[in-house]
């Protein structure tokens, strides 16, 4: 019986990698880019309780060295990470770890597009977790003209695919 004679479509069910998927140097291109608009500046920065004049207020921003408002940095950081969720991580994680650095060596401004990849820096499994292992991945975020505006290292703890147990509820989210 070919595919097409099958009385029920076949099922993909979309996931991030697993830590056995992955090699150390592979590069991911993530899509789609994200264009940051002041409402979603606005809106992280008021519910993450952060007063910032320069996220909240165009005309004291406007008279500060970059001379319009920026975009909150941990929006930035937030929205890179997450870029990264389909391809690495979705119902594949164990845990977020943590972050070795994290830099903004530019600002990105509302309208500006953030544009990310990843890198998978290291690898190791875990020696007290069997089934598991640790990945150092650094993301790095890129406006539309090609400048980095954020970079970071951050440890994640993945499944090895024959240790996870693969269903509905596993891959329903981060």
């Given at each position: 019986m070919t595919d097409r004679q099958r009385s029920e479509p076949p099922v993909v069910q979309q996931r991030g990698r697993y830590f056995d998927e992955l090699e150390v140097g592979t590069v991911f291109k993530h899509a789609p880019g994200r264009t940051v608009t002041e409402a979603d500046?606005?809106?992280?920065?008021?519910?993450?309780?952060?007063?910032?004049?320069?996220?909240?207020?165009?005309?004291?921003?406007?008279?500060?060295?970059?001379?319009?408002?920026?975009?909150?940095?941990?929006?930035?950081?937030?929205?890179?990470?997450g870029a990264s969720v389909a391809q690495l991580s979705q119902g594949t994680i164990v845990a977020n770890l943590g972050f070795e650095s994290v830099t903004f060596p530019h600002p990105l401004y509302h309208g500006d597009t953030l544009y990310s990849e990843s890198e998978i820096l290291s690898m190791r499994e875990s020696s007290s977790?069997?089934?598991?292992?640790?990945?150092?991945?650094?993301?790095?975020?890129?406006n539309q003209h090609g400048t980095v505006v954020a970079e970071c290292v951050r440890s994640v703890m993945l499944w090895l695919k024959d240790h996870h147990q693969n269903d509905d509820a596993a891959t329903a989210g981060e």
């Open positions: 500046n606005v809106l992280f920065t008021t519910m993450t309780m952060n007063t910032q004049s320069l996220h909240l207020d165009a005309h004291w921003a406007a008279g500060q060295p970059f001379g319009q408002p920026l975009v909150n940095s941990m929006f930035t950081l937030a929205t890179l990470v977790r069997p089934g598991q292992g640790i990945v150092t991945v650094k993301h790095i975020g890129r």
